[in-house]
């Protein structure tokens, strides 16, 4: 059997979805074909099932490239205002947690409805359980399965990342790219907890649960969030957003105490210079039994001036050596892919390949954890589907 459309777009997440809305909105015969079952998958897993679908502070600087200046023609062209205003006309109630990160009131559910509702207004063909067996060019693409072809002059690669493989996450968007003849940035895992080396994790991973606000440090960005201990190492949303600019096998600094000098009241000669009062001390900023366990391997050797000023320095500069990550299974995004010098800034079409277009996660674009993912799955997928 054999299908025939405008624009073919591989991978019916949010990038996706939108790119097939903006195009069917133009009059374009388009087709969403997904290997899973449903759409969506990863939109209602997002944000704890209710979906941080954008951050209203998305700019620039809150997405990481190879090309930094890459991202910022789409994200002009389709902002977060222009998403709101589509949640709006849905009637979908929505609420800002923290840092501008926009939220559903109910369930992830409704945007993955609102999108299939524009898809169904725009007359999008959807096809699910859609295996691609074979991609090929000659005047148009085609797509064959076991017993189905697909031709059409346009095709969108919308695949996302290798994160999260237990919800269908492959490689085959960067397999395609590499097929015709496009280069890829190397990925790695991104907003992903980090596992500590044996010695940490004997030290410090029976406080398992145990959270404080940190700042974390690495490759010239920093983050002032919450920090969590977890039985592997370390987790929460400082070290996810830090986790996006690290490498093995350089080092994380942690300000355990931001805004406090913990040694300060000793400068006063009444107060005794005790483990008890430093103790004491500690506990008022770090949470009591990070406190204590961080002290018993940092206690001061003497109690002179330079000796506590020494031990305030180190507890705003706690060097951390990651042993690694917590891999694709946990990473919410994929970074590295497409490179963006492939690619049109404007369209996301391949420069090499008339027709192509790479949209969302498997481009060399990572945004910060907060909704800035989706803000670029938005705005690429509404880029490439303006320009279908």
């Not at 997440?13 to 903006?22: D, P, S, T, Y």
């Not at 290997?35 to 502070?57: Q, Y």
């Not at 506990?283 to 506590?308: F, G, M």
Request: hydrophobic share 40%; with cysteine; proline share 5%.
């Amino acid at each position: 059997m054999t299908h025939h459309f405008d624009a073919l777009i591989l991978g019916g997440g949010a990038a996706g979805l939108m790119c097939a809305i903006e195009a069917g909105k133009r009059g374009r015969r388009v087709a969403v074909l997904d290997h899973a079952d449903r759409l969506g998958k990863k939109i209602l897993i997002s944000g704890g099932g209710r979906c941080n679908f954008t951050n209203i502070h998305a700019r620039p600087e809150n997405f990481l490239s190879s090309n930094p200046h890459f991202a910022k023609s789409a994200l002009a062209r389709y902002t977060p205002a222009d998403f709101i205003a589509l949640v709006e006309k849905h009637r979908i109630p929505y609420h800002e947690k923290t840092l501008g990160q926009l939220f559903c009131d109910r369930s992830a559910r409704d945007i993955l409805g609102m999108l299939e509702e524009e898809c169904r207004a725009a007359n999008v063909s959807i096809f699910l359980n859609t295996g691609i067996q074979e991609v090929s060019r000659t005047t148009e693409f085609v797509l064959r399965t076991s017993d189905t072809e697909f031709h059409a002059p346009a095709l969108v690669v919308a695949t996302g990342g290798l994160s999260i493989p237990k919800i269908g996450a492959t490689s085959f968007g960067y397999d395609l790219a590499r097929q015709f003849g496009l280069k890829i940035r190397d990925p790695w895992p991104g907003l992903v907890p980090l596992v500590l080396d044996q010695d940490d994790r004997s030290r410090y991973c029976d406080l398992s649960g145990v959270s404080a606000e940190v700042i974390a440090s690495c490759d010239g960005q920093q983050f002032r969030e919450k920090m969590l201990i977890t039985h592997r190492g370390l987790s929460g949303p400082a070290i996810l957003q830090i986790s996006s600019y690290w490498k093995k096998p350089h080092p994380i600094a942690l300000d355990l105490a931001p805004d406090s000098e913990l040694t300060t009241i000793f400068r006063d000669p009444k107060t005794p210079r005790t483990l008890t009062a430093l103790r004491s001390e500690f506990r008022k900023t770090v949470p009591a039994r990070l406190a204590d366990r961080w002290l018993e391997h940092h206690a001061p050797q003497s109690w002179t001036n330079t000796a506590l000023s020494d031990l305030d320095q180190q507890a705003h500069t706690w060097t951390i050596l990651p042993s690694g990550t917590e891999g694709y299974e946990k990473a919410e995004v994929t970074c590295g892919g497409v490179d963006t010098d492939e690619l049109s800034a404007k369209t996301m079409e391949s420069r090499k390949v008339p027709g192509l277009f790479f949209i969302g996660e498997v481009v060399d674009v990572t945004g910060h954890l907060g909704g800035f993912n989706f803000q670029w799955a938005w705005a690429s997928g509404a880029a490439a589907g303006r320009a279908l």
